[in-house]
């Protein structure tokens, strides 16, 4: 995000119109040192950026660069639009209207307040440009768009999502039994699956929810995502919205809600998903349970949860614990996405022998291998992939709390216009579905889709570009839906990663989001 800040501030800076103010109002020499700063900054951002997930100096240097650009950036807009209005006003000649400009004493009082503001926030990037010999950032450059990444996209025609799930049959076998075959005393009874995120807990539950013999096996299906906040209510509504299709009225008391759910479920065997749940609080699990219980003898209900104190309390039985995918099955599914469009590669030992290695650093764990198999497919170059893993991958410390840290080297591998329209899916809360038409127009609205070719519609260019997210594995669960196009999903990790490198720059628009749902 700080990149393109930069960008925007040197673009304003060379601007003739703003020179020409500075030299007017005699503080040329002032922006002139004030983009030589900026400049220089920048050549060490992307280290900065890589090393701030780790490094607590380097986050809170960030921080204060990006509050010193944004306060450059906003000075500098102001300047541009007086400059823009001078413009205007003389007919673009401004250079005749030197005496007019200086005949008012608000103008001279302005061009003051203006050169104070740019020495002070010279000096507190001066400042901040210190830190970098500080804390030895290394000058580095960002990655570029390279003919062979524009050549991939433009091979890409039509989008198809691939969801792939490798390495997990026999997972969904012992699944299949519990759902099937495995007779219980109670009538509803509660399998946990158990595993730390990104180990594809939602995907294998997705398995065996959509499996031909289960659809025909039970009732009645529902599922709903908890996340967070378990809210009874709430959570009853979702399942009502689950069975119906439609929400029901806000204005419901849980009495109501509650006969309505029973109405449903009561005398059918269903299989209810309660996707991610957090709650370890047993009263708050009882009192949605026993709204459960009326289902006919064989109902299942599913939790998937990272929590084995949550497996514990609403089951009674083993939970089915989800472990890191084979080195043979990480693998396959590392290769299946990295050449995808380049298998001609898969016959080149050295590209195949760094690929095994960097695939065995990703520790089993599917949503590593497909985001970082996602960003090599963009990479080129053996030698690009080797740096790659002897450089940024092995700073990353090889444990289960380190996961956001290395999906962050797929953030770093991005181009800055696709940084831009990551960082904004922030705003969407966690399990929201996304409407990607919606999310397209925000990017426009933001300034972040650029218009390469008149003939291109900004619209086709946004869903370009997310497009290029999706390839990267940024999104999950896209697909058709009847009424909104296409939508998708953000996994949790990647919902708290966008927010990471967004930090203080966006605030939350849940309200504007739930009117668009």
Known sequence: MAESIIYDIITKLSSPLVQQLGLWWNFKDDLEDLESIVSAIKTVLLDAEERSTSNIPVKHFLEKLKDALYDADDLLDDIHTEALRKDLLSGNKLTKEVRVFFSSSNQVAYGLKMGSKIKAIKASLSTIQNQTKLLKLVPREYPMETPFMAKRRQQTHSFVPKDKIIGRDDDKAALLKLLLEFDSEENVHIIPIVGFGGLGKTALAQLVYNDEMVKKHFDLRMWVCVSDVFDVKTIVANIIKSVTNHAPDQNLEMDQLQKQLRGEI????????????????????????????????????????????????????????????????????????????????????????????????????????????????????????????????????????????????????????????????????????????????????????????????????????????????????????????????????????????????????????????
């Open 266 to 517: 009561n005398r059918s065997k269903y299989l209810l998903v309660l996707d991610d749940i957090w709650n370890e609080d047993r009263e708050r699990w009882v009192s949605l349970k026993n709204l459960l219980i009326g289902g006919d003898k064989g109902s299942r209900i599913i939790i998937t949860t990272r929590s084995h104190k949550v497996a514990k309390l609403t089951s009674k039985c083993q939970p089915h614990v989800l472990k890191g995918l084979s080195e043979d099955d990480s693998w396959s599914l590392f290769k299946d996405i990295a050449f995808e469009q380049r298998s001609a590669d898969l016959t080149n030992s050295g590209f195949v022998e760094i690929g095994k290695q960097i695939s065995e650093m990703c520790r089993g764990v599917p949503l590593v291998i497909k985001t970082i198999a996602g960003t090599l497919s963009f990479i080129e170059t053996q030698n690009e992939w080797l740096s790659f893993k002897d450089n940024e991958l092995a700073r990353i410390s090889q444990k289960d709390n380190e996961i956001l840290s290395t999906l962050k080297l797929s953030y770093d591998r991005l181009p800055s216009h696709l940084k831009n329209c990551f960082a904004y899916c922030r705003l969407y809360p966690k399990d929201h579905k996304i409407d990607v038409k919606t999310l397209v127009q925000f990017w426009i609205a933001q300034g972040f889709v650029n218009q390469s070719t008149s003939s291109q519609p900004l619209e086709d260019i946004g869903f370009g570009y997310f497009k290029g997210l999706v390839e990267r594995n940024l999104f999950q669960e896209v697909e058709e839906d009847d009424f909104r196009g296409i939508v998708c999903k953000m996994h949790d990790f990647m919902n708290d990663l966008a927010e990471s490198v967004a930090g203080k720059e966006v605030a939350n628009f849940v309200e504007i989001l739930e009117q668009e749902s």
